[in-house]
């Protein structure tokens, strides 16, 4: 009988020890499952409200089973309590008050009892083995890791990454990349969750990341901060573009990361399954890095609008294909390097805006400031371009146009901040014809033409202004962005709504001041509460 014992306590330690190495988790887990196992089991046998404890000694493998009980004068609950005189039987010194233990036989698993130990067991190492891979995993997003596809379910490929499995889900998939199970594949860690099913380490081959994790494996100068890849733009499968910056004169950045002969670069592109790189040296300067941005096409000049955060490119008329890219592709992927939406323009459109706009100003000056034909292209061609400009600008850059006076400079200013006066006093009588509150026109920035627009739009009381969200006011439509872009993506139904745009969107008003707006109109709410 003691043989027996012997071998059942040796096989139980030999069991967690198996255990805690298949699973790669802390012995003492595997014991600890154990006992909450037997506890149960325990409850079971001899009943669910008894305070049963358990506990296997890790070195010896012996197991003690116990119940806790309080010493009570008179008994309630003969399975938490007992009485003083039994106490003592247990324990001489036992009082009032105290919890003493009151040893278990061993109990005998049957048939259910051992399954559902089982379960239990099963049920405490996979969360251990879940919260391990979940603190091994968590802090390494953005690395390279290597695994073999284990399985393709639905398009998603699940990777066995050792300890662990990721998937590369299908929209971060390089396209038209064919993987078969029992392959090995590179990919990015694009995040890890804690999720109910356990870690979830979703993996990516198609994020701009990759990308550059892999130049820094196959270039030592980028792997020791020498040269900086400074931004990334891909279309995976097909092309990509990274500007480059060397932080030592001596070094050229674009020949480091090309290599002896494209070796470095042809080592990327394989395992990007022959995806086009363009290496582009980066620079501080916007229209220097646009430029560059667009080869190969080559580009006559830069128009910079820093309001609407828009990048105007003039190319000669035999470039514009080029600049373009088949389906818009390389002036997409140099607005996504850049940061900035950019139009292409040929010089004979450019032209064309040019002189339409100079028409369209010149029109403009005549009809509001009342001077003739030569004086308003004269102001144009000094580059004003809107009434404000006139009305607000210093004196003395009027009076220095050849021809200009202080007394003419004066004048023009005059004429049009009374211009702009009758502007804002014919939108406040329509603003006010279409019932908008005067409240709204004490919020921050809204002018009184921006408050025809809203009054147009249904929207003329303080509560219908604080129930949009700042994307319904501001946001520019999808289309516009797609534009600018360059991407010709037909535009799908379910798109048509979000292709209104807020409802402000043509007043360039940035997010920071849609924010100030919408709390402000909002703040009576909180006064009303008070």
């Known amino acids: 009988m003691a043989t027996a014992i012997s071998a059942n306590r040796a096989e139980l330690l030999a069991i967690a020890d198996a255990v805690a190495r298949e699973k790669l988790i802390d012995r003492e887990i595997v014991i600890e499952a154990m006992e909450d196992a037997i506890q149960r089991a ?86 251990a083995e879940r919260e391990r891979q979940y603190e091994e995993f968590k802090d390494r997003a953005n690395e390279i890791i290597t695994g073999v596809v284990k399985r393709v379910e639905f398009g998603h490929v699940v990777v066995d990454l050792g300890r662990a499995e990721g998937v590369i889900r299908r929209d971060q998939q390089i396209p038209r990349e064919v993987v078969r199970v029992g392959d090995r594949v590179r990919s990015l860690i694009l995040s890890v969750r804690r999720e109910n099913r356990g870690p979830q380490i979703f993996l990516s081959r198609a994020h701009p990341e990759f990308m550059k994790k892999l130049f820094a494996q196959e270039v030592p100068e980028i792997y020791d901060g020498i040269i900086e890849i400074k931004a990334a733009a891909r279309d995976p499968g097909s092309r990509a573009k990274i500007g480059v910056i060397s932080h030592d004169g001596s070094i050229d950045p674009v020949g480091a990361c090309v290599g002896m002969k494209g070796s470095r670069v042809q080592a990327v592109v394989q395992e990007m399954q022959g995806e086009k790189i363009d290496i582009i040296p980066w620079s501080p300067d916007t229209a220097t890095f646009v430029v560059n941005a667009l080869q190969p096409a080559q580009v ?10 828009r990048i105007e490119v003039v190319v000669p008329d035999d470039q514009l294909s080029l600049a373009i890219g088949r389906r818009g592709q390389n002036v997409r992927l140099a607005s996504q390097l850049t940061g900035k939406a950019i139009d292409i323009l040929t010089e004979a459109d450019a032209s064309e805006k040019r002189q339409k706009e100079f028409l369209q100003n010149s ?24 009434l404000e400009e006139v009305a607000y600008v210093e004196l003395d850059e009027l009076a220095s146009i050849e021809g200009f006076d202080e007394e003419l400079g004066a004048e023009l200013q005059s004429r049009a901040q009374e211009a702009l006066e009758r502007r ?80 402000l969107a043509e007043y360039g008003l940035s997010e920071d001041q849609g924010n100030e707006i919408i709390m402000a109109a909002r703040a009576h709410w909180f006064t009303d509460e008070a």
């Open 42 to 127: 325990a409850r079971a046998r001899y009943g669910a409200e008894n305070d049963i404890r358990a506990k296997i000694d890790g070195k010896t493998g012996d197991m003690r089973l116990w119940r806790v009980v309080e010493v009570v004068e008179a008994v309630d609950d003969y399975f938490k309590q007992v009485s003083v005189a039994d106490a003592q039987k247990l324990q001489k010194d036992a009082a009032i008050g105290d919890f003493i233990v009151d040893p278990l036989p061993p109990i005998e698993f049957g048939r259910i009892a051992a399954q559902a130990a089982k379960q239990v067991i099963f049920q405490k190492v996979r969360d």
């Open 300 to 309: 006559s000049r830069v128009v910079i609008d820093e309001e609407e955060e």
């Open 363 to 386: 029109e403009l000056f005549q009809n509001e400031l009342d001077v003739d034909e030569t004086l308003a292209q004269l102001l144009v061609a000094e580059g004003f371009g809107a």
């Open 424 to 503: 804002e006093q014919a939108a406040r009588e329509e603003r006010r014809s279409l019932g908008v509150e005067d409240a709204l026109a004490e919020l921050p920035y809204l002018t009184e033409a921006m408050l025809v627009t809203l009054g147009k739009a249904g929207i003329k009381t303080l509560d219908d202004l604080a129930d949009l969200a700042t994307d319904e006011l501001i946001q520019k439509k999808r289309a516009e962005q797609r534009r600018r872009q360059g991407s010709d993506r037909p535009e799908r139904g379910g798109d048509r709504e979000e292709n209104k745009g807020g409802v």
